[in-house]
């Protein structure tokens, strides 16, 4: 069991809103949900049933069809389950409840009725089919769940010292000594290649092997490809053919998504439901252009003009280098150790979306015109912080210091925007209007 920071939510949760609402714990498959929730009921409460609706049979899901009297429903659970419920010290868990929607609906009564306390998780929770014909309840709180970060990561291989040094560093705004910093740099690397789902981390932690961690990433990648072939149903591989296309998107210079890779002459707006669905599922991150900088950039972006990003960076290696035979431990290490030569842009900005996605900023880029140039200028990110809109680049080769879009950005927008970040692989610096931030502490902006 990993120390997830869900953990220490959950008891918070627990203390304001507990028996009053329930809680739907929503994220992409194997981010670690339901091992989270469970944890957290065998030690809050005196007694919990998990009802899994990958697993219960029919003689469980019958009860909430027939929910007229509770007491009768609660008796035939606890019978069930061979488990005593203790008012108000007593939790149950809807595991996976988008399978069995009749039961999420069935939290309004449950919650009213004041008992005990309820927990959901789910996976493609807001998907159409999911949500069809039921009635959301008003009483349900979400929080969503993602993929390690690399705090998590840390405490995973047994290291509590790291973080609380780049977390001082970056609240003073000095740099880490060089040793230092390329030491973490390595650690954020490895961190990258073996990613934030659990299963693969805890394949990594105890072979201290990429290919351990790589077998599990492989099993993830499968599951997820045939989950968008769910969503797809019977009458398109739009969503399947998305994610397939995935790493080919950010092989490109600018990483926009082009619908052409797929099919000849199809448009963005051909996808559009396959890109939410997607979205929703929480396997992608999306990233829109926004028209203007400005700090209500929800209002201010063009659905049409995305990026797309895969949810755990170890997951995108794997995806990049599926169709290679290849030894993940041979391939790694030179990655790790830059002696193998691949595209670690597309990586990095991967990384750095992940990152800002967890940390609550929506994701958008910038594409503007400026009189110095006849192209159009892109800025890789644009997040709202100290109450202003601030542009983000990200570099991962040498040249960090040579940002032409981000310079005419600045000189178009000064006056508006926040201060300028570039994220790269070196040492925090400053310059007059930019700070140089190591893409370690990227999470902390």
Request: one cysteine or more.
């Amino acid at each position: 069991m990993f120390r997830r920071k869900m953990r220490e939510y959950l008891k918070s949760w627990k203390e304001t809103k507990a028996g009053k609402y329930a809680l739907l714990i929503e994220g992409a498959r194997r981010v670690g949900k339901s091992t989270t929730i469970e944890e957290f009921v065998r030690t809050e409460y005196r007694s919990h049933i998990i009802i899994s609706f990958e697993k219960t049979g029919e003689e469980i899901k019958r009860l909430f069809r027939h929910m007229d009297d509770l007491d009768k429903f609660f008796l035939y659970l606890q019978q069930y389950s061979k488990t005593q419920l203790y008012e108000r010290q007593s939790a149950i868990v809807f595991d996976e409840v988008q399978l069995f929607p009749l039961a999420r609906q069935a939290i309004k009564a449950l919650v009213e009725d004041g008992r005990f306390d309820y927990y959901e998780t789910g996976s493609l929770i807001s998907i159409k089919k999911n949500v069809k014909d039921i009635l959301i309840p008003s009483e349900e709180h979400t929080v969503r769940m993602y993929p390690m970060d690399f705090e998590e990561f840390l405490w995973a291989t047994d290291d509590e010292i790291t973080m609380p040094i780049i977390k001082d560093a970056f609240d003073r705004m000095e740099p880490l000594d060089n040793d230092m910093h390329r030491n973490i740099m390595e650690s954020y690397r490895t961190y990258m290649l073996v990613g934030g789902m659990p299963q693969a981390v805890q394949a990594f932690v105890e072979h201290n092997s990429f290919s351990a961690a790589e077998e599990a990433k492989e099993m993830i990648l499968e599951l997820y490809l045939k989950d968008s072939m769910k969503l797809d149903g019977n009458y398109s591989n739009n969503t399947s053919s998305l994610l397939q296309n995935l790493p080919s998107y950010l092989e490109k210079h600018d990483k926009e998504f082009s619908p052409g890779i797929i099919r000849k002459d199809s448009s963005v707006r051909d996808y559009r439901k396959s890109i939410k669905d997607l979205a929703e599922s929480m396997m992608v991150n999306i990233c829109y252009r926004i028209t203007e900088p400005a700090l209500d950039q929800g209002l201010h972006y063009d659905e049409n003009d995305l990026k797309m990003y895969l949810c755990d960076t170890g997951l995108l290696f794997t995806h990049s280098f599926r169709s290679t035979k290849h030894d993940p431990d041979e391939i790694y290490n030179s990655v790790l150790h830059g002696e193998l030569n691949v595209n670690q842009g597309m990586y990095f900005e991967n990384m750095v979306a992940q990152e800002f996605r967890k940390s609550g900023h929506g994701l958008y880029f910038s594409k503007f015109t400026h009189q110095s140039s006849d192209k159009k200028q892109e800025i890789d990110f644009v997040i709202t912080r100290d109450r202003r809109p601030t542009p983000i680049e990200v570099k991962s080769g040498q040249k960090s210091k040579s940002h032409k879009s981000l310079d005419r950005f600045i000189d178009k927008y000064g006056n508006q925007a926040g201060r300028a970040y570039v994220i790269h692989a070196k040492n925090l610096e400053f310059s007059d209007r930019i700070t140089y931030l190591p893409i370690y502490m990227t999470g902390l902006l």
